[in-house]
């Protein structure tokens, strides 16, 4: 089955530093990649996604790139904020609409 | 409007119990899924739900998990003779064309 690979599991920046949050899965069948925000004790929140017809999308301060060949996508977070601090997740969905999730990563921005 | 809800937020049990977890989605919502989540883990997926029935129960660990949608839209998740193994917030989500998921707040169940 599918499996999805996340890296950093954590990560510090200094504020108005950039971010990037990497991920990889293993079944080049997967056609849609969203990344979730998660804050401490809340639901995980969608941030953004891309399906695997189109290599790159952003929105505002955040982008995402998505390799097909290379199987890997990732997450970019520029100018961050304190805000921006939470527990992120990529995931990957198997057609069917199940999501396989990353094992997150931990983003501290620092004032 | 309002977004999917899920009720009880926190449920404490002992082992061996029978507990009831449900979800409310958005309205008109009709692919429903079931997650676990572990402390510092991503959700596990457990059930995916496309109006009453189940299209997926893959994720389901053992036969002590059920999950039912009568109606299409709310859902329960059953978990029969619970085990400590089992603590962990059940999470719920919905989609209106299979693509992105909106979450629920949680359950959080703890079996002592």
């Known amino acids: 089955g599918e499996n999805v690979e996340q890296h950093p599991s954590t990560l510090s920046v200094q504020e108005g530093d950039s971010a990037v949050i990497k991920c990889t899965y293993s079944?080049?069948?997967?056609?849609?990649f969203p990344w979730y925000k998660q804050e401490l004790g809340k639901r995980p929140q969608l941030i953004i996604d891309?399906?695997?017809?189109?290599g790159e999308k952003k929105d505002q301060r955040i982008a995402v790139t998505l390799n097909k060949t290379a199987k890997h996508f990732s997450l970019h977070i520029t100018e961050t904020q304190p805000e921006d601090s939470a527990v992120y997740f990529c995931?990957?969905?198997?057609?069917?609409?199940?999501?396989?999730f990353g094992q997150g990563t931990t983003l501290q921005v620092k004032p | 409007g309002a977004g999917v809800s899920q009720t009880p937020s926190n449920k404490v049990t002992e082992k061996g119990k029978y507990v009831e977890l449900r979800c409310d989605p958005i309205?008109?919502?009709?692919?429903l899924y079931w997650y676990r989540q572990s402390l510092g883990q991503g959700p596990e997926f457990l059930i995916y739900?496309?109006?009453?029935?189940?299209?997926?129960d893959s994720g389901l660990p053992n036969d002590r998990f059920f999950a039912v949608r009568p109606e299409g839209s709310v859902s329960t998740l059953k978990i029969q003779r619970t085990e400590r193994g089992d603590s962990a917030v059940y999470l719920c989500?919905?989609?209106?064309?299979?693509?992105?998921?909106?979450f629920g707040p949680g359950t959080r169940l703890t079996v002592l």
């Open positions: 989500a919905s989609s209106l064309n299979r693509d992105e998921q909106f």
């Open positions: 079944d080049s069948a997967s056609n849609y």
């Open positions: 891309i399906r695997s017809n189109v």
């Open positions: 995931a990957a969905s198997l057609n069917s609409g199940k999501l396989i």
């Open positions: 309205s008109g919502h009709t692919a």
């Open positions: 739900f496309q109006g009453t029935g189940a299209a997926d």
